[in-house]
């Protein structure tokens, strides 16, 4: 639930740029890194609110969205780490055309904040983000260095975090392309002899169609598909819960990782996974 505060802010608030505010407001400086993905991942990057928690933990509690549009995105933050719950309103406003972005803080801790990143493509497989830190009045002399060593250093983690995200999501698209070619292949996929598999662990198996884990779960060998239908996140890390789910590290979808169902009715379920098959103490993945 927002507060009457929140609301009221949220209602101010304008879904374009405004690039003159930064006149009004002091630079503090800046963080500029190349980032070895393409243009294509960093912006749908940047529109992604829903990675926030679950990527960047220590920067994001929990995120809930307020709107969204081409325009970007605005949410709810909580700010972890606190004694009380403690939120921020947070808004990122994209200029698609121009590959770039401002987020801003309009409510909670660090009102007035706010960032500005271009994005610039240097190849087909690296781009240069110059990320540049506006508070709303300049800080007292001393406190101007260590704010921006902070701020520098959370946006490096950031972007530690975020370039498994695109690398990851890059190379699942990739993936996805082939195995689609690979479909209505009818074959068997070796997973190993039961009497060397290890029970306690998950096996990935790439197959001419897919990615599936094997695994044990409730005493009996099963499989489920590694990759997540929101956005084809990976899976096999996702233990499962004792409520027999897995759960998306990107987004945190979750699943039955037994019948593929998905938890939320806007997300489809799992792929089917191939039939698991015993022969001469071999298990197989069969696709028929
Ligand atoms: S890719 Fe988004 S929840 Fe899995
Ligand atoms: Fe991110």
């Known amino acids: 639930m927002l507060t009457e505060l929140e609301q009221e802010k949220i209602a101010a608030r304008a879904n374009t740029i405004d690039y003159d505010r930064v006149a009004s407001l002091h630079y503090l400086g800046n963080y500029v890194r190349r980032l070895p993905t393409n243009m294509a991942r960093m912006m749908e990057n940047a529109y992604d609110w829903e990675h926030l928690p679950y990527v960047h933990p220590s920067s994001f509690a929990s995120i809930d969205l307020v709107a969204s549009g081409s325009w970007g ?24 055309e121009k590959n770039y972005w401002v987020s801003t803080v309009f409510n909670g801790p660090g009102e007035g904040i706010e960032i500005h990143t271009q994005a610039t493509t240097l190849n087909e497989d690296e781009i240069e983000v110059d990320v540049r830190f506006y508070l ?21 983690t950031l972007y530690d975090e975020d370039i498994d995200l695109m690398q990851g999501r890059q190379s699942a698209l990739e993936d996805r392309s082939r195995w689609r070619a ?4 009818r074959c068997e996929t070796r997973v190993g002899a039961l009497s060397e598999l290890d029970r306690t662990k998950t096996h990935t198996i790439e197959t001419e169609t897919g990615r599936y884990c094997v695994r044990v779960w409730q005493d009996e060998w099963i499989a489920h598909s590694a990759v ?22 990107w987004h945190g979808y979750q699943f039955d990782a037994l019948s593929g169902e998905s938890r939320l009715t806007e997300c489809p379920a799992l792929a089917k996974a191939p039939e698991l098959i015993v022969r001469d103490g071999e298990l197989f993945l069969l696709e028929a």
């Open 228 to 249: 997540c239908p929101h956005q084809l996140g990976p899976l096999q890390d996702s233990e499962i819960d004792p409520e027999g789910r897995i759960t998306c590290p």
């Open 182 to 185: 690979g479909k209505n292949a």
């Open 73 to 96: 995105w605005r949410a709810r933050i909580g700010v972890p780490g606190g004694l009380e719950p403690t939120y921020q309103m947070l808004d990122l406003l994209v200029d698609a």
């Open 136 to 156: 709303p009045e300049a800080p007292g002399d001393d406190a101007s260095a260590s704010i921006l060593s902070y701020m520098q250093s959370q946006y490096a």
